[in-house]
């Protein structure tokens, strides 16, 4: 009787590419969930321009790689971390379109996704990075379909993620792709985290109110002070002693926004504010920003933050 003899499943190898100065927090996220020992499918290394020490974007903290570019020359995946945002070296570029050309997987964590961009790897193709820098990767690259709301994006054989922990999601989610569901989540209790996150990077930038100038000032403040009023665009444009018509023109022009948008935007940041500092009622939280109704707060949120105020909550507040 012949014997069956089973073929072990092939390594699959990972190049790390830390771009000087490199965000070791993005590298250290890849190389620890490939170059784990208990996983067994990867073998990892963390390579850069040349085999030796790389500087990081935190002062006073460098890392040693153990290979230089050839590394990324016999990869089946590349994942480009996070760098100081800038021109990265022509001879990364160049390894990174020799690797996509011969079929490997090219992914970015955080600004590695300007490395991405710079190759040309990103055109005509959707694309996230960290919140922060979404906006300088869609002017500098118009051709990148950017995407700032959500933590990771897969276009076949090129992948990006939004900032620093969005990496590890991004990570557990190529596991899954490689190996199925039930290999990431082993990794992912591995590393104590979840599996999915609710919602996506959007629900990350509330805090952030819109700078408004002098002209729009007075009326945006008086908006704030009461929110929990039902405002209506007519209702800021008498204020403003304009025109509806006139007042919309004003905030596009300054605010790149609509006054609609711009008194919903702040009405879900004072909801925000609301979950995060007590345990009032959804209903409550509704009324005292201007939402009237649990569902719409809800509704809004969901469409602005691609979660629940109570998902929210429990991600955000203090306990």
């Not at 990324?72 to 690797?99: H, S």
């Not at 959707?126 to 869609?138: D, E, F, S």
């Not at 805090?207 to 007519?234: C, K, M």
């Not at 691609?306 to 429990?314: C, G, I, K, Q, S």
């Amino acid at each position: 009787m012949l014997a069956i003899v089973r073929e072990e499943p092939a390594i699959h190898r990972v190049a790390v590419l830390a771009l000087p100065p490199v965000v070791a927090f993005d590298a250290a996220i890849a190389t620890q969930v490939f170059g784990h020992e208990g996983l067994g499918r990867y073998e990892a290394v963390l390579c850069s321009l040349r085999a030796g020490p790389v500087p990081t974007t935190t002062p006073g903290f460098g890392i040693t790689v153990a290979a230089g570019l050839e590394a990324v020359a016999t990869a089946d995946t590349v994942i480009v971390p996070g760098f100081r945002r800038g021109p990265a070296p022509a001879a990364a570029l160049d390894a990174l379109r020799a690797a996509h050309q011969r079929g490997a997987r090219i992914a970015a964590i955080c600004s590695g996704a300007f490395a991405l961009a710079q190759a040309g790897l990103l055109d005509g193709r959707r694309a996230t990075t960290h919140w922060v820098h979404a906006a300088a990767l869609a002017k500098e690259h118009p051709t990148v379909q950017v995407d700032p709301a959500v933590l990771y994006v897969d276009e076949g054989t090129v992948l990006t993620s939004a900032g620093l922990a969005a990496g590890l999601d991004l990570c557990l989610y190529l596991i899954g792709l490689d190996h199925g569901q039930q290999a990431a989540i082993q990794r992912a209790r591995h590393m104590v985290t979840p599996l999915h996150r609710a919602g996506g990077q959007a629900q990350y930038t509330v805090a952030s109110a819109v700078v408004v100038g002098e002209r729009l000032s007075g009326v945006t403040d008086w908006a704030l002070a009461n929110l929990h009023r039902p405002i209506t665009v007519a209702d800021l444009a008498r204020q403003a002693m304009q025109s509806t018509r006139t007042l919309s023109r004003a905030f596009a022009r300054e605010l790149g926004t609509s006054p609609r948008a711009w008194l919903i935007a702040a009405r879900l940041r004072r909801a925000c504010a609301l979950l995060e500092s007590g345990d009032l009622t959804v209903e409550e939280i509704a009324r005292r920003s201007g939402l009237g109704s649990a569902a719409n707060l809800r509704l809004q949120f969901r469409r602005a933050y691609a979660t629940t105020p109570l998902a929210y909550r429990a991600a955000f507040q203090q306990r």
